[in-house]
Structures are given as structure tokens and as C-alpha cells.
């Protein structure tokens, strides 16, 4: 039996202090710490007919259900992050019992504990940029040209002229966001602790019609926070609109080393 | 839909993202490819399923069913 209950895994911190208590899990069960070789795992029951792989192919798909999971995760995870260094775990990761997330941080023990030792001290902030036109010199009307107009300009074919200096105006202006883009993502590297660039989100779902020209990502020190909004607000403007979104748990940089951990575990 | 939430609070006092703040794309961005991903150990659900992929889909969806009035305007110079 219990073959029908498996375990939803949100979380890997260091076995250490206490808490947080009385979390609410996804689907409303209570959030529990499972601690094993030096570090806990939060988790909490979940049934496999909601959680399994063919019950999940569907749900993903259902935006309600998809959000309030997700939001429920972040939820759990944000009050973990709040107390003390923490590896969160991607969105629905289920294991058949509790002896599978045991051997889990058997396994993966180093691999977490350089996570953590990465993330410890450090926010990770969420930096979007946006191509917005370079405002047109005040309608560069007058001045060029007498007053009495253009000769042989007829007022269609004016029109068209303007129409297609906007259009090449426009294809300009977003390159220059992309130029832009990725010089704020430098600026920003030379502060942070490490940076990573997620996919751009589409239009309409960032809500904003520019194009999005940078979804970065940035784990840094918690003393440097005001050097890096200091950053990007010395160098908005001229033809990027930026957003900064922060502090997270540091999602994007709990990625679990394959390899060459060693490399990243700082020895000592 | 009817969770008892701590509507920012305890977190906002904390000096975190007050949840309602935060948009559910950017949240998507992290969950699903960021954190620490344990396949290859014995997790059942999300062996060889695209996560990203499937609620990309589905919130593509929602937004277009949210606004399919809008027509008109292509915003790339596409004919």
C-alpha cells in the first residue's frame, strides 16, 4: 500500500535551527522537515493521482492549477529562504517515500552542500529589460526645411517617408536595446557573484509590449544590493526601460553541479 | 483559489517579494528552470516530461483567450 502517496520535495537547507513551522504545502498538506546527513529536506505528502507523471502531463496545463502550485512552492520556499540559506528544488519533484529523499541527500550531499555554500550570503535578484524607441527629436519639423514646404513633396509621399524612417527607426532602436541589453548584463556581472540569462519572455506575457531584450538573473551579496541597484540606475535610459525584480530565493542558481564540484566547493 | 495566505506580510517584513507582487511568468522562469533539479535520482513525476514546454503552452493559451479582441497592429514589419 501507500503506493498512492508520494512525497513533494521544495527545499534542501543544512540541518540547522529551527523551523519554520506550520507551513502549508501544495494541495493544503502541512509542510515537515526530514533531516539526514546534515542537512533537511521540507516536504510534504502528496497524492500520486494529483502528482504523478500522466496526472501532471494534464495539469500543467490547466493555468489555475499550475499557478496555485507554483505559488504555493514559492510560498514554502521564500519562508525557508527567510530564515537560513537555502537550495530550492524545481517545481513538482515528487519521490515515492521518504527513504528516496533520504538516499537523495546521501547522494547528492556535496552537490548540495556547494549550492549552499554558493547561495549563503547572497540574494539572487531578477533584472528585465525592455526596448523602448529612442523618443524622436521633437518632430524634426521647421528648422530644415522653409516653411512654405518642400517643393514636390506631396503629402503621401511624405507620409511614406516618415513611415519608413519610423520602421528603420524601430529595427535601430531595438538593436540598440540589445547592445544596451547586454552592457547592463556586463555592468551588472562586475558586481554580482554570478549572473545567467533566462529565455526572453514573449510580449504577452510579460505584459509590456517592447520587446524584452534581457531576462537576467543575478545571485548577490546581500552588502552589495545597493551598489547593483545603483548600477542599473546609472545606466538606464537611452533606449532600454528596466525592471528590477528582488530579492529571491536563489532559484536560478541552485543548479546541481554534474560535475567538477569540486571545482565550485570552496575548501574551507 | 481560497488559500489562507499570509498576504506579504511576515515575508514583506523580511524584506521579500510581498507574494501578490509577484508576476506568475517570473515566478515560471525560476520554478521551472531554475532550482535544483534531481532527475536521474528516483523522482517519479517529472521524468520526460517538458515541463517548460507544457505551461508555456498553457499560459500562451490563457493570454490569448484573454485578449483575442485585440487584432489589428502587427508589430513586426512581417507581410
Known amino acids: 500500500m501507500a503506493t498512492d502517496q508520494g512525497v513533494y520535495l521544495y527545499a534542501v537547507t543544512r540541518a540547522e535551527g529551527e523551523g519554520p513551522d506550520g507551513l502549508t504545502g501544495v494541495a493544503g498538506a502541512p509542510v515537515r522537515r526530514l533531516v539526514h546527513a546534515g542537512l533537511a529536506a521540507f516536504l510534504s505528502t502528496v497524492s500520486l493521482e494529483e502528482f504523478g507523471e500522466e496526472a501532471l502531463r494534464r495539469s500543467m496545463e490547466d493555468l489555475a492549477w499550475l499557478e496555485e502550485t507554483a505559488r504555493t512552492h514559492h510560498r514554502v520556499v521564500e519562508a525557508i529562504a527567510g530564515l537560513r540559506s537555502t537550495a530550492p528544488v524545481r517545481l513538482v519533484t515528487v519521490y515515492t517515500g521518504e527513504a528516496q529523499v533520504r538516499e537523495l541527500l546521501d547522494e547528492r550531499h556535496e552537490q548540495f552542500d556547494a549550492v549552499l555554500s554558493r547561495v549563503t550570503g547572497r540574494q539572487e535578484w531578477g533584472v528585465k529589460a525592455y526596448a523602448v524607441p529612442v523618443p524622436a527629436e521633437p518632430a524634426a519639423e521647421p528648422a530644415a526645411e522653409p516653411v512654405d514646404g518642400p517643393r514636390g513633396a506631396s503629402p503621401g509621399a511624405a507620409y511614406l517617408n516618415r513611415r519608413r524612417a519610423a520602421l528603420r527607426g524601430r529595427e535601430a532602436d531595438w538593436r540598440r536595446a540589445a547592445e544596451h541589453a547586454q552592457a547592463v548584463h556586463e555592468a551588472l556581472m562586475h558586481v554580482a557573484v554570478v549572473g545567467r540569462r533566462h529565455r526572453a519572455q514573449d510580449p504577452q506575457l510579460s505584459g509590456r509590449r517592447e520587446q524584452m531584450v534581457l531576462n537576467g538573473a543575478y545571485l548577490v551579496d546581500e552588502e552589495r544590493a545597493a551598489e547593483f541597484t545603483r548600477v542599473i540606475e546609472d545606466i538606464v535610459g537611452q533606449g532600454v526601460a528596466v525592471e528590477l525584480v528582488g530579492p529571491w530565493a536563489p532559484y536560478s542558481f541552485a543548479t546541481l553541479d554534474q560535475e567538477g564540484e569540486a571545482a565550485h566547493g570552496d575548501a574551507s | ?79
Open chain 2, 1 to 79: 483559489m481560497t488559500l489562507p495566505e499570509p498576504r506579504g506580510g511576515r515575508l514583506a517584513a523580511e524584506g521579500r517579494l510581498p507574494e501578490q507582487r509577484v508576476a506568475l511568468v517570473d515566478l515560471l522562469d525560476r520554478l521551472l528552470a531554475g532550482g535544483a533539479v534531481v532527475i536521474g535520482d528516483v523522482v517519479l513525476s517529472i521524468s520526460g516530461i517538458d515541463l517548460v514546454r507544457i505551461s508555456l503552452r498553457a499560459l500562451l493559451v490563457s493570454v490569448r483567450e484573454g485578449d483575442a479582441v485585440e487584432g489589428g497592429m502587427r508589430r513586426d514589419g512581417q507581410e
